[in-house]
Every structure is written in C-alpha cells, then in structure tokens.
C-alpha cells in the first residue's frame, strides 16, 4: 500500500498541468525561465502545431500553445522543457539570425541542436532534435557551437547525399517546427522590428534582474547580453554562487 501511495504521488507530480502551473514550477527550478513566462500574454490556437513566442508590434509577446500538443506531451518535465526551448530561441536571436540563412527549414534544424543542447535530457521529449544522437560521428555536437556552425554541417550532409543521411534529414525536415511567427516578424516596417527588439532586449533584462541569474548558466547570460545589446545585469555573481553552494537546495542548482 505505501509503494503504491508513493507511485501515485509520483505519478500526480509528472502529470501534465496548466501552462500557468508549469511556469510556476519553473519559479522555482529555472528562475529566469520561469520570470520570462509570466511576463508573456498566452493564447491557445489550433493554428499552429506545437507553441511558440508571437512577435507582436505595439504589444507584449504571446505564448502560442496548441493545447492538443500540450496536454498530448504526457509529463511535466516536458511541458517545462518545451517552454523553456522557446524561451532559448529568444535569447540566441534566432528569430533575427534565421533571415540571413537562405534554407529556412536547415537553419530550423541548426537552431534547434543549439538550443536543445542547453536544456536538461529528462525535459527533452523523445522526438526533440538531437535527443536520439541522429547526428552522433557526423559532426562535433556540443554546447560552445553557434547556428552557423550546425547549418553549415548540415547543408555538408546534405550536398554529400548519403542515402541514409538523407532520409533522415528529410524526416527532421517534414517535422521540424517552421517559426511561422517569425516569417511574420520580416514583414513588420524596420521601426516595428526596432519597437519588437527593444521589448525583447528589456524582457531578458528583468528576468535576469528578477531571478539574480539563478538557473540559468553564465556563459548563456553573457551570450544573452551581446545578442541583445545589453548593459551588464547589477549582480554580484561571486556573491550570489556562495549563495547558491550554501544552501542545501542550492547545491544541484545551475549558475
């Protein structure tokens, strides 16, 4: 009888919740993630496959979820790695790099290794990109690679024409997510795009602000800050990883 109390607790605990109860899961496990979220409007639509972070002049970002998928994820530790993708795809800029790449659906790929590589393995669901080492001998796959670095690798497979390699590739293509909501940030008037830049750019700076960092590693805060041209967050980061390393919580957290 208590097995079977402590499998259910466990089986509640990973059960798929609300967006709101996710993002206030990750308050508390991925700060800045979590403070990010809460600063977006969320819209459900079926009008696109999976969610996404909508672009919007003149008003705040939107998280789009297509519920189906959401609830369709099967645990919460994927319902927080699938948000916290999103977030990362902001913070890299990917939505204003993917216009300087002629093949959208390779940059789509490239995008997703870089971003994917810096999210926890228990969060990524099975179909993520590079979760099952697709590209395991092909190329150097770790976390100090940009996007150029996975597109260009990418399209090297992909004119090489190894037949294997090429029904894979075009199974990623057919499934990667197309960031049509991106597409619709390249039509907006430059002033609208300068408008969106700028929120983004604050958005990332109170999250950083108001989570003191925590959660998220250094090196992707300081990447953060030159992607979005920002001045240094007001931490004392020495300070806040004594913190951190004192407390008992603290000591499987990531700075």
């Known amino acids: ?30 700060p800045f993630y979590g403070h990010v979220l809460f600063a977006l409007d969320k819209e459900f639509s079926k009008d696109i496959p999976t969610l996404a972070i909508r672009y919007r002049p003149n008003r705040p970002l939107a998280l789009v979820v297509n519920e189906e998928f959401w609830y369709g994820l099967g645990n919460s530790n994927h319902q927080k790695g699938v948000l916290i993708h999103e977030i990362l795809h902001v913070v890299f800029g990917h939505m204003e790099l993917m ?46 690679h940009s996007v150029h670095y996975y597109y260009n690798e990418l399209e090297k497979l992909q004119k090489a024409g190894n037949e294997k390699m090429m029904e894979m590739l075009d199974s990623l293509l057919s499934n990667v997510e197309n960031h049509k909501f991106w597409e619709e940030f390249k039509k907006l008037s430059r002033v609208e795009q300068e408008g969106i830049i700028q929120q983004v ?16 590693p250094i090196r992707i805060v300081k990447q953060m800050m030159m992607v979005w041209e920002l001045n240094e967050p007001e931490i004392d980061w020495r300070s806040e990883l004594r913190r951190v390393i004192q407390t008992p919580q603290g000591r499987k957290a990531t700075i």
């Open 201 to 216: 750019g604050g958005l990332l700076k109170e999250g950083i602000k108001e989570s003191k960092g925590c959660g998220v």
């Open 99 to 144: 216009f300087d790449f002629p093949n959208r659906k390779l940059f789509n790929i490239a995008a997703d290794l870089v971003v994917n590589q810096n999210i926890e393995d228990d969060l990524l669901p099975k179909t993520a990109v590079g979760k099952n080492n697709e590209f395991d001998g092909c190329f150097d796959y770790n976390k100090s």
């Open 1 to 30: 009888p208590l097995q079977n109390m402590i499998d259910q607790e466990i089986e509640a605990l990973y059960k798929p919740q609300s967006v709101d109860v996710i993002s206030s899961r990750l308050l508390l496990t991925h």
